[in-house]
C-alpha cells in the first residue's frame, strides 16, 4: 500500500489539480488547487507539500500540505484547470468561467478575467434567461474550450474578452467533460453515452466524428485523452465501468472493464508513463490501473485492495488491425494477452472521490469526506 496521507480542510473538494512544472525542469510537484463544492461559501485554493510525504530519520512522515492561498468562488467548482503555472481556469454552477491569476511573490489570487454568462439556457437578457452549470473545461494555452449542461461548446482565448467561436446547442442533452485530441479537435462526452469529435476549422456547428454505442446509454461524466496517442480515448460513467475507445475506428470502445461500484467521477492517463491509469468514484475509490506486457502473468487480470474479486474485462470487436508505429498496450483487443494490475490507493472506503490528478510521482485526490489525500511515492 502506497503512503497516503490526509489532510482534513473542512470542506468539500469537487477538484484537485498540480500545478505545473516548467518543461523540460527537473523540479518535482510542490503545488496543487483545489476546488471545492457545496458549501456555503465555495473556494479556489492553492497549497504547498513542501516536505510532505518525506520520511524523517524516525520513518514518520514530516510536514503536511499547507495552504499558500485562497480566493472565494461563486457557486461550486465544476471543473478545474491549470491554463500555465500562474493561470487557473474554473468552471462554475452558475455557468461562469474564470481566470484566477496566482501571485506567487505575495501569495494570493485575484481575478484576472470572467465569462459571466459562458453557459445559459436562453440567451441573456431573454426573460427565460438561466443560467446552465459550466461541466467542464479543456484548455490548450492560450485556447480555453468549455461545455455545460446546456449543450453549448465554447471556444475562448485568455487574451479575448468575448468568446471566439460558440456552438449553440452543439448537443441535445447535458455535455459532461471535455478534451483536446490535437489543438483544432476536441472531443466531448455527454449524458447519453456519446463521444462526439468537433473540429474548429470546420465552419458548421455539426460534429465531425460520433461514437454512440448501441444498447444502455449509459451517462458518461469523465474522459482523458493518452498523452503520446490522441486517438487512445479513456471514458468512466455512470455505471463504474472504464472503456476504452480508439476514435479513428467505429463507434464502439475497443474493451470496456467492469471497475466501481458506482459513478466514475474522473479517468486520468499518467502524463509521463501512460500505462498507469487512475480512475476515482462515488463509491469513496481511488484506483491505479496499469496496462502493460510487463505485468506478472498471475492471471489476464489481478486486482488487489479493492472490495470486488470479480471483474469483467472483454474486447468489445476483434477490429481490423491498423498500422500502428506505437501500439497501445490498452488497445490490446486479445483477452488472454490483456493484462492489467489493479490498486487500491486508498486505506478504506470513504466519501465520494470526486477528483484526482498525478503528476511525476506525486498524486492528489479530493473528497466529499472534506479530505486532500496526497503520496508522493506512486511508484514506490
Known amino acids: 500500500m502506497k503512503a497516503m496521507c490526509a489532510k482534513f480542510v473542512s470542506q468539500k473538494i469537487s477538484k484537485t489539480r498540480w500545478r505545473p512544472v516548467p518543461p523540460g525542469s527537473l523540479q518535482t510537484a510542490e503545488t496543487f488547487a483545489t476546488g471545492s463544492w457545496d458549501n456555503e461559501e465555495n473556494y479556489v485554493s492553492l497549497w504547498s507539500i ?9 520513518g514518520g512522515f514530516e510536514g503536511d500540505h499547507q495552504l ?5 468562488h461563486d457557486g461550486d467548482v465544476m471543473d478545474l484547470q491549470f491554463l500555465d503555472q500562474e493561470r487557473i481556469v474554473a468552471a462554475s ?27 445559459c439556457h ?109 486517438h487512445v480515448v479513456a471514458t468512466g460513467g455512470q455505471d463504474g465501468t472504464l472503456s476504452i475507445w480508439d476514435v479513428r475506428l467505429g463507434t464502439m470502445p475497443v474493451s470496456l472493464l467492469k471497475a466501481h461500484e458506482a459513478e ?6 499518467h502524463p509521463s508513463n501512460p500505462d498507469h491509469l487512475f480512475t476515482c468514484s462515488e463509491d469513496g475509490s481511488l484506483w491505479h490501473w496499469v496496462s502493460s506486457t510487463d505485468v506478472p ?26 498500422h500502428q508505429p506505437l501500439k497501445s498496450s490498452w488497445l490490446s483487443t486479445d483477452s488472454a494477452k490483456d493484462r492489467i494490475e489493479i490498486t487500491s490507493l486508498l486505506p478504506n472506503r470513504t466519501l465520494s472521490v470526486n477528483s484526482l490528478d498525478v503528476l511525476g510521482s506525486c498524486l492528489v485526490c479530493g473528497t466529499d469526506a472534506e479530505a486532500i489525500y496526497v503520496t508522493r511515492q506512486l511508484f514506490s
Open 50 to 58: 513542501g516536505d510532505f510525504g518525506n520520511l524523517d530519520s524516525d
Open 93 to 119: 454552477s452558475t455557468g461562469c468561467v474564470t481566470i484566477f491569476l496566482y501571485h506567487q511573490n505575495n501569495q494570493t489570487l485575484s481575478v484576472s478575467h470572467q465569462w459571466t454568462t459562458a453557459h
Open 264 to 269: 466514475m467521477w474522473e479517468v486520468h492517463f
Open 297 to 322: 502473468e498471475k492471471s489476464s487480470l489481478f486486482h488487489q485492495g479493492g472490495r470486488n474479486s470479480t471483474f469483467l474485462s472483454h474486447s468489445i470487436s476483434n477490429q481490423a488491425n491498423v
Open 68 to 72: 499558500l492561498c485562497d480566493i472565494r
Open 122 to 230: 436562453t440567451g441573456p437578457g431573454s426573460p427565460s434567461y438561466s443560467s446552465a452549470p459550466c461541466t467542464g473545461v479543456a484548455c490548450n494555452n492560450p485556447e480555453i474550450v468549455t461545455v455545460g449542461e446546456d449543450g453549448r461548446i465554447n471556444l475562448f482565448r485568455a487574451d479575448h474578452k468575448e468568446a471566439v467561436r460558440t456552438i449553440d446547442n452543439a448537443d441535445s442533452s447535458t455535455l459532461h467533460a471535455v478534451t483536446f485530441l490535437r489543438t483544432p479537435e476536441i472531443l466531448t462526452a455527454n449524458s447519453i453515452g456519446q463521444l462526439k469529435i468537433w473540429d474548429f476549422r470546420q465552419p458548421g456547428n455539426e460534429p465531425s466524428h460520433i461514437l454512440s454505442p448501441t444498447g444502455d446509454r449509459v451517462p458518461l461524466h469523465c474522459v482523458d485523452r493518452h498523452p503520446n496517442q490522441q
